[in-house]
């Protein structure tokens, strides 16, 4: 957080010119970002990006048709059109000290983090060896191993719950940032604010990722939102923003090193924009009458984050042919993932009576 200055008496305050506020810097991110705003990565760092983000396309394009099976109860909100906004965040985690908590279209956040994709798919489809036992599924994935804490339904909820996580980084002094994404529909509920009040004046731990994708159900953010800049919305908190192009996993990587060696160094929070686009629906339900076709269409042929890596890769000497032999290999590893998904049993019913919290306080 930029120092606050003591709050000078009501006539200096009149006359304060934008010059005395000069500890105010909060542009100074997307400067530094702007600076350098394409993550330099190696060969290697390049083609595991490509292969993290095909992973999550095909493994929710999978999840898609086992939902049209009737193999996927309940709700299923895919990722497909924003993966790179998770691997280009999460690839500068420190796996170490850092959480992660995200809303309910998390498969995504899951598979960033390397998780088998066996038992994502087993938590789908309400398996036993679901990473949740199955008692979780879509929206309620965890794994505490890897302080990854959901996976909400409740729009928004992760926000204040991510608030906590920072401030458990801070008490315990671990030295590990919260990174807790939300929608740009969240973006306009109260908690969200509530949060970024308390995350400022203590100095937490925690970047804010607005992954902005136009929609928040069927409701362009143009129709529901007074300010569409998400970064913008620290401001009135000392929160430092910064606008990405999330459809571009090494720009979102660049702001991702930007962003957490501020909150590394101390100096509190930092909201991020992530302009991103959702190719399928809200979740399965979704009759998709609230846009054309030829807007899905534009954002695919002329923005998709997968093929705009690969043309990256292919100018700097890849083939066709080896990022084919990564498809392959990727639609193998989740064919075999809904395969262990469909064999596996579906937990026992004495699991009703585990992992539920009782007590009185
Ligand atoms: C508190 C609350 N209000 C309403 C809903 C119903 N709801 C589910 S998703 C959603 C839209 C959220 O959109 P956004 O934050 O943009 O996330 P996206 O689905 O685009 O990832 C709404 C209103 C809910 N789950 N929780
Ligand atoms: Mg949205």
């Avoid at 143009?222 to 990405?244: C, K, L, N, W």
Wanted: with cysteine.
């Amino acid at each position: 957080m930029a120092k606050q200055p003591a709050k000078p008496p009501v006539a200096a305050k009149k006359s304060a010119s934008a010059a005395d506020e000069s500890d105010f810097i909060l542009h100074s991110l997307q400067a530094a970002f702007e600076a350098k705003k394409r993550y330099a990565a190696s060969d290697a760092e390049m083609m595991e990006f490509y292969r993290q983000m095909l992973l999550i396309r095909r493994f929710e394009e999978k999840a898609g048709q086992l939902y049209g099976l009737g193999l996927i109860g309940g709700f299923c909100h895919l990722y497909i059109g924003q993966e790179a906004v998770a691997i280009g965040l999460q690839s500068a985690l420190d796996n170490e000290r850092d959480s992660v908590i995200t809303g309910y279209r998390d498969h995504g956040h899951m598979l960033a983090y390397g998780i088998d994709p066996k038992v994502i798919m087993a938590e789908l489809t309400g398996r036993e060896a679901g990473i949740s036992k199955g008692k979780g599924g879509s929206m309620h994935m965890f794994s505490t191993e890897h302080k990854f804490y959901g996976g909400h339904g409740i729009v928004g909820a992760q926000v204040a719950l991510g608030g906590g996580l920072a401030l458990a980084h801070q008490y315990n002094n671990d030295g590990g940032l919260c990174l807790a994404y939300f929608g740009d529909g969240a973006a306009n509920q109260g908690q969200v604010y509530e949060t970024f009040n308390m995350a400022a004046l203590w100095n937490l731990p925690i970047v804010f990722v607005v992954e902005d994708n136009q929609y928040a159900m069927g409701t362009a953010s143009s129709r529901s939102s007074a300010e569409t800049r998400f970064h913008r919305r620290g401001t009135a908190f000392r929160i430092p923003g910064m606008e990405v192009n999330g459809m571009d996993v090494l720009e979102v990587r660049a702001a991702a090193e930007v962003a957490f060696a501020h909150v590394r160094a101390g100096k509190g929070p930092v909201l991020m924009e992530c302009n991103t686009y959702r190719y399928r629906g809200h979740s399965m339900s979704d009759p998709a009458k609230y846009r054309t076709r030829e807007e899905v269409q534009e954002q695919r042929e002329h923005h998709d984050p997968i093929e705009g890596l690969k043309k990256t890769l292919i100018e700097n000497g890849k083939t066709e042919d080896e990022l084919k032999a990564i498809d392959k290999a990727i639609r193998a590893e989740v064919a075999a993932s809904a395969d262990f998904a469909e064999s596996s049993p579906e937990p026992g019913a004495a699991e009703l009576y585990t992992d539920v919290l009782v007590g009185e306080y």
